[in-house]
């Protein structure tokens, strides 16, 4: 059975940093695209950034440009995300997600499988 179990949301001041890790189990995930969601009370679910599995090519979105940075290290099946400048807006859920394949997507609707969540809030 496959899991995806997301760690490392926290309460965090403006400016600051945290780091998410995302484990994977059930199955290696080396060669699929792994991504990360984030949903705030009200809103839609939101591309944060994503890594494919065949060419290991990171996207962004435009609200996280320059400040993330996502990484995965296979030896250990894991997903990590570097969140530095932290802002307000930042405040949601993060959710790990997994394709079934290599190919980038910034689709949520194109990941097969969900983590779910690790809170992250940032105080002004």
């Known amino acids: 059975q496959v899991q995806l179990v997301e760690s490392g949301g926290a309460l965090v001041q403006a400016g600051g940093s945290l780091r998410l890790s995302c484990a994977a189990s059930g199955r290696a995930f080396s060669g699929n695209t792994m991504g990360w969601f984030r949903q705030a009370p009200g809103k839609d679910r939101e591309f944060v950034a994503q890594i494919s599995g065949l060419s290991n090519t990171t996207l962004y979105g435009d609200p996280v440009k320059g400040r993330f940075t996502i990484s995965r290290d296979n030896t250990q099946n894991t997903l990590h995300l570097q969140m530095n400048s932290l802002k307000p807006d930042d405040t949601a859920m993060y959710y790990c997600?997994?394709?079934?394949?290599?190919?980038?997507?910034?689709?949520?609707?194109?990941?097969?499988?969900w983590g779910r969540g690790t809170q992250v809030t940032v105080s002004s």
């Open positions: 997600a997994a394709r079934a394949t290599g190919w980038s997507s910034v689709i949520s609707n194109n990941y097969d499988y």
